[in-house]
């Protein structure tokens, strides 16, 4: 299944001339000529536009339109984020101005970067070759990127407020319970002693790092002929300070094997010659010079949230929030993912 943006019941429209005139006098530099606009189709929460103004190009990301939730998609967070990470992580794109003016948008927004290169969702391109050739160079390119990110030292980069390191799992474990059962719907076998498990076992990790708490091959961009340079890692809505092993755990959620059932989302990493989950943590363990006898844990709540993102999508379909029809048997991926984390926690899976 695709990741993109779910239709609402009402369609809502930006006064791209406002934004136009909001970004000339923000950015003097920008080139004559109109602005053309077009929108990603990818995520399942904020809005992301490509703007093209001559040969200069930004994306803007915004909240959703309609109601949210207090302090949801908090587009001023992620862009003081960016002011941190971009200067010492310049994978991270950087982020030109920050807009709350109701005058210009309904929502509050911000404009970074174009990182130029290839975002590889639901087919590899051509010009990385075959699978055998391109998947042993992308997987290790995925990992030595997470690696490098957490080899950020976060209070010198002065990202020490931007999260809160103590407790960070627990809060995790307990939240994400919560807002699972916020948008329960059916009664799944094996929840019950999973959540039991998950809370009962949380680690405690005395390392902290940058968390980027969304960080998967599609939210990297990839240099067009090199499948092992990355130029981008795009999304840091969710990015915080906490456990990097979290990271991973959500990384290899996201890193399909081809015996797995459907989880409700593009796998890439099915295909020959990506690495195995077991050969990622190798290769991981190799170059961080981390524990890793604790991943099962970390994988298992990885699927646990995965399962609680999609749970939240299929609760709002079901109750005729979005329409979209590919949503209607998400509630079977939520179930398999819960099963898969059962298999996890067991030493089924790794």
Not at 33 to 42: D, W
Not at 135 to 154: H, R
Request: charged residues 30%.
């Amino acid at each position: 299944m695709s990741e993109a943006t779910p239709r609402t019941k009402k369609t809502q429209e930006v006064d791209w001339k406002k934004v136009e005139r909001f970004l000339r006098n923000e950015i003097p530099e920008l080139p004559e000529g109109e602005m053309a606009v077009r929108q990603f189709s990818e995520g399942y929460s904020n809005l992301t536009y490509l703007l093209q103004i001559g040969d200069w190009e930004g994306v803007l990301r915004r909240p959703p339109f309609g109601e949210i939730p207090p302090k949801a998609h908090d587009m001023e967070r992620e862009f003081k984020m960016l002011e941190k990470v971009h200067p010492v992580f310049p994978l991270a794109p950087k982020p030109y101005v920050y807009c709350e003016d109701p005058e210009v948008m309904d929502k509050h927004f911000y404009v970074m970067e174009k990182k130029q290169g290839l975002v590889i969702d639901e087919e590899l391109p051509e010009v990385y070759g075959s699978p055998e050739q391109a998947g042993p160079v992308i997987s290790k390119n995925v990992i030595s990127t997470l690696v490098q990110l957490q080899a950020i030292d976060y209070k010198e980069a002065g990202l020490a407020d931007m999260g809160k390191p103590e407790g960070f799992m627990e809060r995790q474990v307990k939240g994400w319970i919560k807002r699972y059962h916020n948008a329960k719907t059916d009664e799944i076998d094996g929840l019950e002693e999973l959540e039991q498990w998950l809370t009962a076992n949380i680690p405690v990790n005395e390392e902290t790092t940058i968390v980027h708490n969304d960080f998967k091959l599609n939210n990297m961009v990839i240099d067009e002929e090199n499948p092992g340079l990355a130029t981008g890692v795009l999304d840091w809505e969710l990015s915080t300070i906490g456990d990097p092993l979290s990271d991973v755990g959500s990384t290899l959620a996201y890193w399909g094997q081809a015996e797995d059932a459907d989880i409700g989302i593009n796998i890439i990493s099915s295909q020959p010659g990506f690495y195995s989950r077991k050969e990622f943590v190798e290769e991981y363990a190799k170059q961080s010079g981390r524990d890793m006898s604790n991943i099962n844990y970390y994988l298992a709540f990885g699927f646990y949230k995965l399962a609680g993102i999609l749970q939240q999508i299929y609760y709002r379909w079901k109750n005729s929030e979005i329409e979209d029809e590919r949503f209607r048997y998400l509630n079977k991926a939520v179930a398999n993912l819960i099963d898969m984390a059962n298999r996890t926690r067991r030493g089924e899976v790794l």
